[in-house]
């Protein structure tokens, strides 16, 4: 039993570190991104991202991009971080403005009030 006890202990350890590496700290209600993360992001692999905003569970202020591979942390002061939003939040409102022709807000005639 005790050494099942420590088993999983370890296991947990090892997973919250390689969880931290990547710069996204999980906690059991919330997920912030406790640093930057390296490298770059496409605007079409984002799925959908996040504003994280300073204060007693989060220590920076961050963009949280979930993307099709992994969870990444982007500094919301860099240029790039900027232009990419910008183009997320374009593709966004297009998307919105596409969907909305296909389901009318009750502004249609019903077929019984035509005649």
């Not at 079409?44 to 569970?57: I, R, S, Y």
Request: net charge positive; aromatic share 4%; glycine share 6%.
């Amino acid at each position: 039993m005790l050494l099942q006890t420590i088993s999983v202990l370890s296991v947990t350890v090892i997973l919250f570190g390689s969880l931290e590496g990547k710069g996204v700290q999980m906690q059991p209600d919330v997920q912030c991104c406790m640093r930057y993360s390296q490298g770059k992001v496409r605007t079409k692999d984002v799925l959908k991202f996040e504003v994280q905003t300073e204060g007693p569970d989060c220590s920076i202020r961050a963009i949280i991009l979930y993307t099709k591979k992994a969870v990444k942390c982007a500094d919301p002061r860099d240029r790039k971080v900027k232009r990419l939003l910008r183009k997320l939040i374009q593709r966004q409102r297009a998307k919105v403005h596409r969907t909305m022709w296909l389901h009318p807000r009750g502004n249609l005639p019903v077929m019984s009030e035509i005649q």
